[in-house]
């Protein structure tokens, strides 16, 4: 079944060209980052603007790399969130447009779980369940029992900032570009982890929960002095802010390590999935595998770490195979839908 992947939840526009939830022939992304940087973020219009610019052409070259035609294409997968309200409209409704035009079904999935398949792709014919997932991206931090691929119970999430938030901050409190992630990566690797005594918020009796806004103000507080603010200037040498960010990604790596850890030994886990744009980070990766346990561990392969469409297209097949009916037109996206 050749499914075709549509992407818009927040500032790229992707599509993608995948067969039996697994073989991607073609992985299609438009990034607007050039763009937003001049914002320091995301700025929610600007980016609607430009999926509609972009989602077209995006679709034309997903068709063209994999070597096929609009109507060999047997499904239309979309993100219906959680994202932007604006660009997801755009992605919904031209998932729509195109099935009605086609005469093909077509179905809204869910992007956090779309994260999380990203990291089975590889592995369908080998799945371990119960599994633990792990999703760390730039709007969700969550931890979750796995029981089946569309069968989920939550064990733990943010309580204020997402990981790839607190990077996205901490990068701007250091005068970076956004997204913060890769650069404070980059930075992080010449820099002293030990040096300064970061450490990641806890919840009371709630053992599986995070907490980065805290550990953020630390490191507002450290580069530019108590009390300040984000518009105070740095006080700290050009020299030390390899150490901060080395610091900070290091507590924020030990906390969610630590966590996903316990988590599934105390579930019962076989297996450990993880997603979302932070995943890409090598750190975090060699910073798990550091551990031994003997709990497989699986990444996202290269390209399906960050937003893409070969991982919608992908858990779309697996929806459809499940329900063999598509969604109606009457479909809503959706800012913000549990998992
Ligand atoms: O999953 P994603 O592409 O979009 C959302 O669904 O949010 O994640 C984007 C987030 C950003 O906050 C970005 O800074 C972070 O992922 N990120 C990283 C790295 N690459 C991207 N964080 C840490 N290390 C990285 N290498
Ligand atoms: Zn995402």
Do not use: W
């Not at 701007?172 to 970061?198: T, V």
């Amino acid at each position: 079944m050749l499914v075709l992947g549509i992407e818009s939840t927040c500032d790229e526009t992707a599509a993608a060209i995948v067969e039996d939830g697994y073989k991607i022939f073609s992985n299609e992304i438009a990034s607007q980052i050039d763009i937003h940087k001049k914002y320091g973020g995301v700025f929610p219009e600007l980016a609607s603007r430009i999926h509609i610019k972009n989602i077209i052409p995006i679709i034309d070259l997903s068709l063209k790399n994999a070597k096929i035609k609009k109507e060999d294409i047997d499904l239309i997968a979309v993100a219906k969130g959680p994202g932007l309200i604006g660009p997801l409209l755009i992605g919904v409704n031209v998932a729509k447009a195109l099935s009605i035009s086609l005469k093909k079904p077509f179905i809204g999935v869910n992007h956090i779980e779309a994260h999380i398949y990203a990291a089975m792709m590889e592995n369908l014919n080998n799945l371990k369940f119960p599994a633990l997932g792990l999703i760390i991206s730039g709007g969700h931090t969550i931890l979750t029992k796995i029981l089946d691929i569309g069968k989920y119970e939550k064990i733990g999430a943010t309580t204020d900032d997402a990981i790839g938030e607190s990077f996205d901050k901490v990068a701007k409190i250091l005068g970076l570009e956004y997204p913060g992630g890769p650069i404070i990566e980059k930075l992080a690797k010449q820099g002293d982890s030990n040096r300064y005594d970061f450490k990641a918020g806890k919840i009371k009796n709630r053992p599986f929960d995070f907490s980065f806004s805290g550990l953020k103000t630390k490191v507002l507080y450290t580069v530019k002095g108590q009390n300040s603010s984000m518009h105070n200037a740095i006080i700290i040498k050009k020299n030390d802010k390899k150490d901060i960010a080395a610091s900070f990604q290091r507590a924020v790596f030990e906390d969610i390590i630590k966590k996903s850890y316990i988590a599934a030994k105390n579930f019962n886990c076989k297996a450990i999935y993880i997603g979302g744009g932070v995943s890409n980070n090598q750190k975090l990766k060699d910073m798990f595998y550091e551990k031994k346990i003997n709990i497989p561990i699986f990444f996202p392969k290269k390209d399906l770490s960050l937003d893409n469409a070969a991982m919608i297209a992908g858990l779309g097949y697996q929806k459809f195979k499940k329900r063999i009916i598509g969604d109606l037109l009457s479909l809503h996206p959706l800012s913000s839908i549990p998992l």
